[in-house]
């Protein structure tokens, strides 16, 4: 950074300049970029970087020092002198104030009494694209809806005339004390949905007893959320690696250095996935509108996943896991095992435990949900005597409720890993829904006849109809409708068969 | 009651003056109760106390003499003096004039065809709150949705040219005759539906023949309902054990004297289950608004369903049985049993029989249903020969035709408690109900060839696909919407693909 | 009927006095009838009677000789003199006019691609009531929709490269022959859906070369019905089996000398089964009008169901057969055999056959489908030599397709039932719906690669899936909505989430 | 054609006196015809020809030369002279004028980032007709829709941590190389879509180094097609074999001659299916509006699939093949093996391959889907050795995703076939949408860990629900309500109960 310090202020009105494609500036919280050879692997595509050439692009989607990180040190131009600098008003659509009354008027927080409303909230005040980021799921979701729906189809067999007036949900993650088997699971850009970002997290986890993992891909830097945390209070790390293994050892050993106890490696993620929905926000609030206009031609499709994903290492493999031993002493954990295979492998070179994760729908769909994979996984482990080190399996994704820890503890995960959708309160939301989640696991605790997480056993759920995976679709598919009404006559649903168009027809 | 006779009378102008968190007294039913130390741990949250502090909170919501029954009796003021007072009128929302002119023109009692109908109609007519309360279940609401679906996975097998011709529904429950195989089962609070409460249902119960189980937590008395019964009237008596031993002899013994003739211990609510949509119904009425406008923040969650089940016992254990068999001669039966293995063990400790039954979806969510576990219980029973000494199995929860009935009894039961969702109509109502359930009865019992109770038999149903379970989720779950349609065109479901505004894909 | 003729014509005045409970007198048809007996058991209440007392009744619903038939002799009063009457214009609700406009411009019958088309013109034009009493089933109708679904759980396994030039779909029923193998089962009241009521399927019978079956219950009597055959024309007949068997004995005598070929006994209907639409739709008409405004209480339920079927023998069995064997030489059948039980029976018995139906759905709910039952009762059949005397299986309910009639050959069945539906365009619309068919019939032998019945064997169906009943559920069911929103936040679905009001959310 | 250049120039007042049945000439495209013995087999009826008759009827829906084709050489009446004739405005209609609108406005097509957005812009956008004829499958596309479903009943087992850096979908279809394991199918009618019709799949296919496959019923005309091929390129050929076998000869050994590299015998289409929405479609456009104000009575239903398929031999059986084998040296592959007995006859046959293949559900109705048969196939193929000798095995309909092509290599499949729905965008949506599977095809294969094809293996799927085929109806069905509403009480499901008209109920 040093070498920036050295350049001399540009003036805003020299970055303006550089306002098109062959040479294109932009200022970030004052200081300016230049970003023409990054802009056709731009993530947004080009045309939203286009929109804000030669001008300020401070904008709250990126974490601050993201450039910083990820573009080329000879790119970053230094600060900027803005003085005479004429602030614009931006326009602020109908749908964004609507939106922005909305996150005025949200109900107070003591109304939210499952996590659902909490996520409803999110939708409902969230900026669009923060929930769009948050929300979407690859390709057409079944997987991100098959990780609630696997649930749904576990059962309990509670026993009765148990003893349950003291409730005891407390447990240990690799050795570390949680109040309840839950730990709170790698999430990126977390400023997207509260100025604070992750350190929302790490309060809470701290008040309630639980562990956080920090993700790569903070919008607060690793040292803030360590900062964050109280002395003593436990912290995991989550790890995209590096194409550059110097960058990798670096920050593995800074970590260690830290005190983080944990380290849990992605292995679901040699390419970030698509996700639709995100992808087609963007070009809703901006990229379309400029296109449509000047008539430009950029292919944001191509470059999207590709470009976020362009640091991460696809070539990871099995080979890689002794070096991982060989420069740091924490715990390693495989996170995204989706069979038994990769878990029998795991346990057998020495690992400290698998997160069974399909990266909350977000990469594969038609990945299967962790908690049938879990299964699986337990009674090959088993089998192999492959526990008895300590081994431990966690799983995420889904869980929406209390009873869907217990499933899981059930069928033998140490811990499940709980992701976002409760940002719209800052760190009491998160706190709240943690308090939830105590209240619900008290009450389904007592109700299945279990007063201690050692005394949910397999025999307090059903799974025999766990694999039956059900794809329902979504209820907006193209081609639900197929009876192509007589005109004037109707279909049976509609109560005014006679005002059906001719062009409805043809829309249905 | 002696004590609170010799307070001299307060005057409402004092009572006033006790209108906060710190002093918060409440005038019911002409007489005075400090609530100070109550008012946190109300179930319905301490904003809509404050709302009422220092005034006249005669609220149809709580049985008469609830307050007598729970609150310690050095906080009851005696009555008070109401010279003087202005009766301020209550204002009244547009929702709920709509809902009393509903209720003045509900239709006329004979139109209900069917046990959905009574369901409707209350559904339309009753004060929201008290729809709220009969109608809700636990966390999702997918094990009350699956106690009705599961008698939906069973079909029949009816047999043909069988003298039809006299159809004879009568049974018996433990030695009392009914006149078919159903009791009235216990229902909390009725009292919200009808001003007669139960006393409804006793009436109801003789006219028809039919045996009632009365409550613990019933909106009349105990007396009030055993004194409704006409002479010889069978009736039976639900319980929920209290922490304090005596206060249950007290209430056992009493009822055996008072000529109760079964025990229905509950065994499936050590908690009462959190049921949202009647927790929500209190915030959307008052809570929140109290909140919202005056910025007090009172943590409703946490208190709810703790302190309505406060007196409840959770360490109630299969060691207390025997103590039961010593204070009562009543046959002893478990209500609540939900897996096999605790059905042999109530019959293996010599009980008179067990009700499977999870509540009606109200306590633990993903409970299975009452007649699915109904075909591994008479299994496993039968396997241990454990019912020859008479030992009956009923069930309760999702029944509403006599087809159930009747697939019940094919499988085993002995009889099946029907419970509420008939108050609109007063007596006349249940009366109406049974009757129906008597006619399809006739109508289904000639259909399968069964003149008798006693020919229908297990092979007249087919229940080849009974633990099928599937959770189709309610249609209104956040998530189903999965396709985000480009701009301007339409997921091909609309009629007017153009006029989606932006907005609306974002709350899709 | 000469002792009628001995009476003097009543002056309609005369009758008119007669309007009230206490005396019921109504003209039809020009003559009057003394229903004050009958009214307490009429199937439509006797608000509705009374609201025609002492006037004219003369109403499409019942088919002319009704009255003559059912009513004892002594109620016949004869004809009326109707000099100097004022007709009073009935007055007509909107609805009705909007259905006699969609009934005006009802689409060319031509439009009509397949019979879902017949049935959309149906329930668009015919009267209400007429509409109501053909498509209603019983109870929650989860029969009559699984009658359809069961025919969607079997799939195609079709053969290429055979030459299918000439197609050959001509088969035989009970040795006759038929164009294709289906025949045109009972289905009663005619007259609902056009004034030539049965004949109608007699003329198309004939011009498309299949044979009908004549219900007991049709709107035309048995000998018009006969008599609009053509010579040569083969025609069945259905049985109700009356309580006096003397009755019985001359309506089949009178069959077979009139040159019936079949007698269909009908063993599914000991009462007639509960259509609550049905029920329903009288109510909405007429009934609960009268009722609401003149305060009186019929107790309509009680009656409806009884009264229409109290000629129907209950009492009717095994024992019975004989008997009707030693009255006729027709070969007998019974019509609703139900498990592979009955059949076998049946078979053991001598009898020419059974058809597999649950009654269209109409009387007991979860009673399996035909196509479902046809499996087990060819295996058990086959299994017990049964099938070697040329005993013919049958099966209807749930029929649109020609490849469900395919599907049901290939599973062993002889001919399939075709009902209703397609009432609107008179005999036309019948020759028109079987042209459809044997159109649909065609291209499916074509493509499975079957040029004649005899081709379409087991293997070309895939019935893996056959029991896999699955209950959907209506759309319309009370308890779908779950998911109870926050005020203000919506549930994901709606697009203006601030829009629902408080009585919505009550009444989702 | 030399014949037709003696007859002399006729004048269009000539041609319009043949305007009615017994005298039908029209003109097409500069030309006059005389269709009087035609008109009665047209496929649209006769309706529409008879709106054109003695006039011009140059419509895009035949491709160019259709006439030329199909109708004998003396109807072909030659050049007319247009000398005087008065062009009259078509008039259009409002939602053609809205659709035309849309189609100018359509999104860039960079917005589209999935095929199924492809297929809302076709929807969207396309003429009315041309989107029924795409779209529509047949009777109620139950095999249409399960054809996509049964690929969600597919599911991926992705192995982690193996070196995805380098993912290479290339592979060889018939020994030719491809850059993905797909082809472009074929399918009629490309000029209904695009004025370039078919040629924008050769462009495309070239460019992006995929095969096609050249339709029998292509718009344009074969040798138009292999013309826009590049040197070099990989076509294959589509036939419908011709009752006049000298016909199929011709083609064939032209195909054969301009460098086809392999002949794809349909063997699933001896009849054309019906498809009632197009049929629909045609009445909804004119054909019933003549009908109702001319009262004409064509029967359209009848005739239009015969007629569009009379061509097409339906005795084409085993016995051709040598046949075949004798006239090309062509490698020959059976398009439309729908079981796995037929797949073993091709092979022992010396066949080169089978496209297993429901005619993208446009045929036979419950039809299996390709997909599920495609494991049976495999299987009995391996069993029998017939793998052996190169045999492949080709797949096509309901492929929408890159998982669903993956999902097919893993089972066995050479390739999958790719059929229409990306017209809206000429060729360059073409291209586009192979990027799109492309880019979809490189992050599959990174996150189910398979660097190529080879390493796509059957343990990367979990088929245990394959053959679960739900049939869950269409959302439109005439019978899915069932719940009748009280009067005046709602379904529960209603915002507004009491709003519901007693229309409304009879129309549910």
């Not at 009491?428 to 605790?445: R, S």
Request: glycine letters at 8%.
């Amino acid at each position: 950074m040093s070498s920036d310090a050295d350049k001399r202020p540009l003036h805003h009105s020299e970055v303006a300049k550089h306002a098109d494609k062959d040479s294109l500036w932009v200022i970030v919280n004052g200081n300016a970029y230049d970003l023409t050879e990054f802009a056709p692997e731009h993530p947004g595509g080009m045309g939203i970087l286009l929109k804000y050439a030669g001008k300020d692009a401070t904008e709250p989607i990126h974490p601050p020092g993201t450039l910083e990180q990820y573009l080329p040190k000879d790119k970053h131009l230094g600060p900027v002198d803005l003085s005479g600098l004429e602030i614009v008003a931006k326009e602020e659509t109908q749908e964004e104030k609507d939106r922005k009354k909305r996150a005025e008027e949200k109900p107070p927080m003591d109304e939210c009494l499952s996590l659902y409303d909490f996520e409803a909230v999110a939708k409902s005040v969230l900026p669009v694209g923060a929930w769009a980021y948050y929300s979407s799921g690859a390709d057409d979701e079944i997987t991100m809806r098959e990780n609630r729906n696997a649930y749904q189809r576990i059962w309990f067999r509670p026993r009765i005339l148990r003893d349950v007036t003291t409730i005891d949900f407390s447990s240990t993650i690799l050795g570390h004390k949680t109040s309840l088997p839950i730990y709170i699971t790698a999430t990126a850009l977390g400023k997207l949905g509260h100025p604070e970002g992750e350190k929302n997290l790490t309060w809470a986890a701290h008040e309630q007893g639980v562990i956080q993992m920090i993700p790569t891909l903070a919008s607060c830097s690793f040292d803030e959320i360590v900062d964050a945390a109280k002395p003593g209070q436990v912290q995991f790390m989550q790890l995209y690696v590096n194409k550059d293994r110097e960058i990798t050892r670096k920050i593995v050993q800074h970590a260690e250095k830290r005190g983080i106890k944990g380290l849990f490696i992605t292995v679901d993620a040699p390419q970030l996935g698509r996700r639709e929905k995100d992808m087609r926000q963007k070009f809703a609030d901006e990229g379309s509108n400029v296109q449509r206009t000047q008539g430009e031609s950029v292919d944001k499709t191509q470059g999207a996943a590709r470009a976020i994903s362009s640091f991460i290492d696809p070539g990871l493999s099995w080979k890689d896991i002794p070096w991982f031993k060989s420069i740091t002493k924490m715990p390693i954990i495989l996170k995204g095992v989706q069979c038994w295979e990769d878990a029998v492998l795991a346990a057998e070179q020495g690992l400290a435990g698998v997160v069974l994760s399909n990266h909350g729908g977000r990469q594969l769909d038609f990945a299967r949900s962790g908690i049938e994979i879990l299964e699986e996984v337990m009674r090959e482990l088993r089998k192999r005597d492959l526990l008895k080190n300590g081994f431990e399996v966690y799983i995420d994704g889904g869980v929406r409720r209390a009873g869907d820890v217990l499933k899981a503890i059930a069928l033998g995960a140490k811990a499940v890993g709980i992701g976002h959708a409760y940002s719209a309160y800052g760190h009491e939301g998160v706190i709240k829904a943690i308090q939830i989640l105590k209240d619900e696991m008290e009450m389904n605790m007592r109700l299945i006849g279990a007063p201690t997480i050692q005394d949910v056993t397999p025999e307090m759920i059903d799974t025999s109809g766990l694999s039956n995976r059900l794809v329902d679709g979504a209820s907006d598919y193209l081609m639900r409708a197929n009876y192509e009404p007589l005109a004037g006559v109707g279909n049976g649903l509609g109560a005014q068969p006679r005002l059906i168009s001719k062009e409805t027809k043809a829309s249905l």
